[in-house]
Nanobody, 125 residues
Framework: QVQLVESGGGLVQAGGSLRLSCVAS????????MGWFRQAPGKEREMVAY????????YYADSVKDRFTISRGNTKKTLYLQMNSLKPEDTAVYYC??????????????????WGQGTQVTVSS
């Protein structure tokens, strides 16, 4: 079992930056893929980015490519999402998630089995 706690959300003007963090506790962090998802009001949850357990495989949604950076600190059991050049359409609740199985890639929402409670990001125009 793993517990995931996100932080770093808030209100920012368009063009600004935020850094989200997700601290994991419980089972081993370093052998699981991790991901960031978001859900805007009235919309389905979507994957923003994922990173493999060792960091060698990274994916970004087209909508955030070249603006967001996912990274992880396995020693600190922490997942990060650096968000630059924020747009109003980035407004959503952001969730971190852990893959279901160790040493397995997780590329779709169904591949993730543990979720944080979410942190609100609001970008004003």
């Amino acid at each position: 079992q793993v517990q995931l706690v996100e932080s770093g959300g808030g209100l920012v003007q368009a063009g600004g930056s935020l850094r989200l963090s997700c601290v994991a506790s419980g089972r081993t962090f370093s052998t699981y893929a991790m991901g960031w998802f978001r859900q805007a009001p009235g919309k389905e949850r979507e994957m923003v980015a994922y990173i493999s357990w060792g960091g060698s495989s990274i994916y970004y949604a087209d909508s955030v490519k070249d603006r967001f950076t996912i990274s992880r600190g396995n020693t600190k059991k922490t997942l990060y999402l650096q968000m630059n050049s924020l747009k109003p359409e980035d407004t959503a609740v952001y969730y971190c998630a852990q893959g279901r199985s160790p040493l397995r890639l997780a590329k779709a929402e169904g591949d993730f089995g543990s979720w944080g409670q979410g942190t609100q990001v609001t970008v004003s125009s």
